[in-house]
C-alpha cells in the first residue's frame, strides 16, 4: 500500500488550504509554505510511488523513504502547531493572555515577536531537508534515464509554474464577474447570500475560486474570510467546527465578535454532502453583516435550492483552445530539453493534442506535466493517438478521457497518481490519511 505518497496528497492538499487563508498566517508565513508546497509537490511527482514500489527490494530506498516520511511528519506538525497559533492571544476579562501550552513549547512563545522567526526558520529546515532527498535519491529512483539534478530542476519549475500560474489562463473575466458579484450593492441588503461556481470535474472551479479568494478588492472588502475544503466535511456540526478553527477563533463568542465587526466570506470548496443541515449552519452565522457572502463550488446545482439561501449560480466554462494549448505548453515546459527543431514538431503535435482535452484546464495540467521536459517526439506521438481519447465520459467512470489516459500511462505513473487522487478526491481505504 502507498502510505507514505497517500500521506504526502493529504499534506499537499493541507498546505495549500493553509496557504488560502494566508491573512490568518504571521507575515511571511505564506510564503515559506508556498516553497515547502512545492518542494513536496516536485518529490511526490517525479519519486515516491516509484520508491514504495522499490522498497522492499533496496535498503537505500527504504532509508530515503524513512527520512522523507520524518520529514512530512514534521510538516504536518507544523501545520497543526499554525493552527493553535492562529487561536492566540485569545483575551480574558482581566486582560491576561491566554496560549496554548503545545504551541509555546515548541514556539518558545516567551521571546519577543513570539514565534514568527521561529516558525520561517522551521519551515525552511524542512523544505531543505526535502530539497536535499531529491538530489540525494537513490540512482534507482531516477525517471526517463535523466540525471536526478535534471529532473529536480525542471519538475520544480514545472511544478511552480502550474500552481502560480494555472488561474491566469482565459479566466480573467470570470475573475472580474465573480469579484463584481461578491461585492454586489444587491446582496448586501441581505445579511447572507450564496455564489455557486457550478462546473464539471476538471473545468477550474478550485482554482478559480482561489484567485478570487486571495483578490486584494475582496480582501479589503471582506473584514473576515474562511476557506474550507467541504468535501471532507460529513456532518452540519464538523462544518461549524471547521469555521470556527480557520477564521482562528475557537469559540463561538469570540468568532461572533468577529462577524460583528464587518463583512464575512465564507468558501466551500467542493461541496458534495447532501447530509449536512445548512440551517444548523447558519445559527453560527447569525451576527455576520449585510453583504456576506458564502461562495460554494459543486459539480451539482441542487445544492443551491438545498442551501435555502438568496443566491446567483456561475457556470463555468470550459477553455478556449487558444488558452488550453498556452497552460498545456506551458506544463510541459516544452523547449527546455530540446532543439528548435524538434520544439517546431513538439509543438505541432503539442496543439494536437491540446485540441482533444475538452478545454478542462485540469486535463491541460495533467498532460502537461505528464509530458514535462520530454523531448521524444514519440512519445508525444503515443498520447495524441492513444485510443482512449476516442472513449466517451460514461464507458470511463465518467472521467473524462485525457484525465483517464493520464492514470493509464505506464511510464509516468507517478505523476498521474498524483493528480488524479488530488483532483477527483478518490475514496481510499481508512487506514491512509487524506486530510
Known amino acids: 500500500m502507498a502510505v507514505v505518497l497517500a500521506f504526502l496528497q493529504g499534506l499537499c492538499q493541507r498546505l495549500q488550504s493553509t496557504i488560502a487563508a494566508s491573512d490568518q498566517l504571521p507575515l511571511g508565513v505564506d510564503n515559506q509554505l508556498e516553497r515547502l508546497l512545492k518542494a513536496f509537490r516536485a518529490i511526490q511527482v517525479t519519486t515516491v510511488e516509484s520508491a514504495e514500489n522499490k522498497q522492499s527490494k533496496s535498503k537505500a530506498v527504504r532509508t530515503w523513504l524513512r527520512e522523507l516520511k520524518a520529514a512530512a511528519y514534521d510538516a504536518d506538525d507544523l501545520l ?13 476579562a482581566s486582560g491576561r493572555e491566554v496560549v496554548d501550552q503545545r504551541c509555546c513549547l515548541i514556539f518558545n512563545c516567551g521571546q519577543e515577536h513570539p514565534a514568527t522567526q521561529t516558525e520561517l526558520i522551521m519551515i525552511q529546515d524542512v523544505r531543505r531537508r526535502v530539497q536535499k532527498l531529491m538530489r540525494k535519491k537513490p540512482s534507482s529512483l531516477d525517471l526517463c534515464g535523466q540525471p536526478s539534478s535534471y529532473s529536480m530542476n525542471h519538475e520544480f519549475e514545472a511544478i511552480e509554474a502550474t500552481a502560480a500560474n494555472s488561474g491566469e489562463f482565459g479566466r480573467g473575466e470570470d475573475k472580474e464577474k465573480l469579484v463584481k458579484l461578491l461585492k454586489s450593492d444587491e446582496s448586501s441588503q441581505v445579511y447572507l447570500s450564496l455564489i455557486a461556481i457550478v462546473g464539471r470535474e476538471g473545468v477550474g472551479k478550485t482554482t478559480l475560486a482561489r484567485t478570487v479568494y486571495n483578490d486584494k478588492e475582496v480582501a479589503s472588502y471582506f473584514n473576515l474570510k474562511v476557506w474550507i475544503t467541504a468535501s471532507e466535511i460529513h456532518d452540519s456540526a464538523s462544518l461549524s467546527t471547521s469555521i470556527l478553527t480557520s477564521a482562528g477563533s475557537g469559540a463561538q463568542e469570540i468568532f461572533d465578535n468577529r462577524l460583528a465587526k464587518g463583512r464575512f466570506l465564507l468558501i466551500l470548496d467542493d461541496v458534495r454532502n447532501e447530509k449536512i443541515e445548512w440551517e ?30 438568496p443566491s446567483t449560480s456561475y457556470h463555468l466554462k470550459v477553455l478556449s483552445h487558444g488558452d488550453c494549448w498556452s497552460l498545456f505548453r506551458q506544463c510541459s515546459n516544452l523547449g527546455a530539453a530540446a532543439s528548435d ?51 466517451k465520459p460514461e464507458e470511463l467512470c465518467g472521467i473524462p478521457a485525457a484525465l483517464w489516459l493520464t492514470y493509464q500511462h505506464p511510464a509516468t505513473t507517478d505523476q498521474a497518481m ?18
Open 80 to 92: 497543526d502547531c499554525l493552527v493553535l497559533k492562529a487561536q492566540e492571544p485569545e483575551v480574558e
Open 280 to 309: 444548523a449552519v447558519y445559527e453560527k452565522l447569525q451576527l455576520a453583516q449585510n453583504g456576506s457572502k458564502i461562495l460554494i463550488t459543486t459539480e451539482n446545482e441542487q445544492f443551491v435550492n438545498k442551501m435555502r439561501l
Open 341 to 391: 527543431l524538434s520544439t517546431t514538431q513538439l509543438e505541432e503535435v503539442g496543439m494536437k493534442i491540446a485540441a482533444e482535452l475538452e478545454g478542462l484546464p485540469l486535463a491541460a495540467q495533467l498532460l502537461g506535466s505528464l509530458l514535462c521536459s520530454n523531448a521524444n517526439l514519440n512519445d508525444w506521438k503515443m498520447i495524441l493517438n492513444a485510443e482512449v481519447l476516442k472513449s
Open 418 to 435: 498524483f493528480f488524479i487522487l488530488f483532483s477527483f478526491s478518490l475514496e481510499i481505504t481508512s487506514s491512509t490519511r487524506i486530510t
